[in-house]
């Protein structure tokens, strides 16, 4: 797809760990690169795709300058993928996503770095971006790359889907609902692209040497409009054409925003991650795009799935991502999930259970809030519940691993009136996810029996 070049030396990589990175590393390891230096703020499985003599692993943040400054001056060019993405305190975008790029260019050009590619988002070049405070941190990102003085590319991916896509993931959970909901006119296009084709067109311009200061926008061989391509998602899913609701922003938005201040931390979507119904995430084809194009990935390819690696694996990792959405809001890193699936390979007390334990189980791994309405009854009345070990294993992992442990920890309000109000509506929730649960859990453990029994007390 791209004329390979043995002209880079060295590469240095950050966010090597997260969905593009992966995959982007396992092709860079076979490409004739002297060495490749990853940053990663979690520590990364190696596979046996990753585990190559050129590939060095470096552990910490991009703040911590002195873990990877001598290993900048050996590179000839720097791609920087790290960024804070799915739902997290508003501060934190800016915060990973603008400072810590601040802070990797000014070591970028004190280390003699002259090669700087940028991958941004669609999301970035929104005219419509309230609230959505990824993309303006990105926007803002890419302002200091612009303004560094190194040579410089901006990428711009479209939706990036394909094997464990947060954001694929997120729109096939809405189109297998038995009813749809479409937020506003359903008519905003879109224009999926691979995860390898990303990789590939990072690897075109690393290999072409193609640092002329351009901001690029990438995306799939076909835009459609978000309702055809729920529609589409739910055929591949059931065979079936979906049932629509369509629900109006106008409506929408002004209500999120009045409880975003409230109860962020605990909103199934916020006004931000709307914008992709109201703003056009299609591309402005450029000579990279129409280089690539011919070989673009289809999006029947994209939405077709893939045999899982293992029957009882998949279960697993979705269980994992339902859990951790309600405990931290994003979706759990490759880490926190390679975590996950070590304690259930190793320990019975995460799969002996009961008829009970079976049913809160069942209803907790139907999303989020079915977890958090599970989690209100266990809480008090089935403590001992295979459910609740889950939860409490989960939690351990998260608060080990930034950035997941931050957004646990972090205190969010200074104002005094402000933590109130919170701590007021979180009351009122749990009153009534507590009211609800009981209604529900309570004649379905009179019927089916204790829970917990088989594994012992959890820890």
Request: hydrophobic share 45%; glycine share 6%.
């Amino acid at each position: 797809m791209c004329t390979r070049s043995p002209r880079v030396k060295s590469i240095f990589l950050t966010g090597a760990s997260g969905f593009v990175g992966h995959h982007l590393l396992s092709r860079l390891c076979f490409e004739p690169v002297a060495q490749i230096f990853c940053l990663t703020r979690r520590p990364l499985a190696v596979t046996p795709q990753l585990g190559h003599d050129n590939v060095r692993f470096l552990h910490g943040s991009l703040s911590d300058v002195a873990v990877y400054r001598d290993f900048l001056a050996q590179c000839d060019c720097v791609i920087h993928l790290a960024a804070l993405t799915g739902k997290a305190p508003p501060a934190e975008y800016f915060r990973s996503n603008v400072e810590g790029t601040r802070i990797l260019l000014e070591t970028c050009r004190s280390a003699g770095v002259k090669k700087f590619l940028f991958v941004s988002s669609i999301a970035a070049g929104f005219s419509e971006k309230q609230r959505y405070y990824y993309a303006q941190s990105k926007e803002q990102a890419e302002q200091l790359v612009r303004q560094s003085g190194l040579r410089h590319t901006i990428l711009r991916p479209t939706m990036i889907f394909g094997p464990a896509s947060p954001v694929q993931a997120g729109l096939e959970r809405l189109a297998a609902l038995p009813v749809v909901p479409v937020f506003g006119d359903g008519r905003t296009p879109v224009q999926p692209i691979h995860v390898g084709d990303v990789a590939e067109f990072i690897m075109s311009i690393v290999a072409a040497e193609r640092f002329a200061g351009e901001t690029l926008e990438i995306g799939g061989p076909q835009a459609l409009s978000i309702e055809d391509l729920l529609r589409r998602m739910r055929i591949h899913r059931t065979g079936k054409d979906a049932l629509t609701l369509h629900l109006p922003l106008s409506l929408l938005i002004p209500a999120l925003t009045a409880l975003e201040v409230l109860a962020y931390r605990f909103l199934p979507i916020t006004v931000g991650q709307l914008a992709t119904f109201r703003n056009s995430g299609t591309i402005q084809p450029n000579s990279l795009w129409q280089q690539h194009a011919p070989q673009l990935r289809s999006l029947d390819s994209m939405l077709t799935r893939q045999p899982a690696a293992g029957a009882e694996i998949a279960p697993l990792a979705r269980e994992c991502n339902v859990f951790a959405r309600f405990l931290s809001g994003p979706m759990p890193s490759p880490y926190v999930l390679e975590k996950y699936l070590h304690a259930h390979a190793r320990s019975a007390a995460f799969t002996d259970a009961t008829r009970f334990d079976r049913a809160l189980l069942a209803f907790a791994r139907r999303g989020p809030f079915w977890t958090r309405l599970t989690d209100s009854f266990a809480c008090l009345f089935a403590r001992r519940s295979v459910f609740r070990r889950k939860l409490i294993l989960l939690a351990a992992i998260l608060e080990s691993v930034p950035p997941e442990q931050g957004f646990l920890d972090a205190v969010r309000f200074a104002n005094p009136f402000a933590l109130a109000l919170v701590l007021a509506a979180k009351g009122l929730a749990f009153a009534a996810c507590l009211l609800l649960s009981v209604l529900l859990f309570l004649p379905l453990r009179i019927a089916l029996g204790p829970c917990g029994e088989l594994g012992g007390e959890s820890h």
